[in-house]
Nanobody, 116 residues
Framework: QVQLVESGGGLVQAGGSLRLSCAASDWISRFNAMGWYRQAPGKQRDVVATITSGGYTNYADSVKGRFTISRDNAKNTLYLQMSSLRPEDTAVYYC??????????WGQGTQVTVSS
């Protein structure tokens, strides 16, 4: 079973930038799609951005223009570049991958806190 491990979270000031990484234990080319999700305190887990094996990306309206999702198949790593961060971006960010067999894999999450 593939493992996903997030890193790069932390405390940043509003307006700052941060890059999250998700390292996979297997070839990420085996995933049909990957994405980043986040869960703020008292809120449900929502999709932030997704990317297909073909490179098609999709973003939540709240982050479009500020966040960029990308993947490096050679490094088996998924990234989320975040800029112009806002306090409302504060959440635990989770890496997700879906195989061609429709199996879902989740990382354990990394905390992102944006202060005013």
């Amino acid at each position: 079973q593939v493992q996903l491990v997030e890193s790069g979270g932390g405390l940043v000031q509003a307006g700052g930038s941060l890059r999250l990484s998700c390292a996979a234990s297997d070839w990420i080319s085996r995933f049909n799609a990957m994405g980043w999700y986040r869960q703020a305190p008292g809120k449900q887990r929502d999709v932030v951005a997704t990317i297909t094996s073909g490179g098609y990306t999709n973003y939540a309206d709240s982050v479009k223009g500020r966040f960029t999702i990308s993947r490096d198949n050679a490094k088996n790593t998924l990234y989320l570049q975040m800029s112009s961060l806002r306090p409302e971006d504060t959440a635990v960010y989770y890496c997700h991958g879906q195989s061609y067999y429709k199996e879902d894999y989740w990382g354990q999450g990394t905390q992102v806190t944006v202060s005013s």
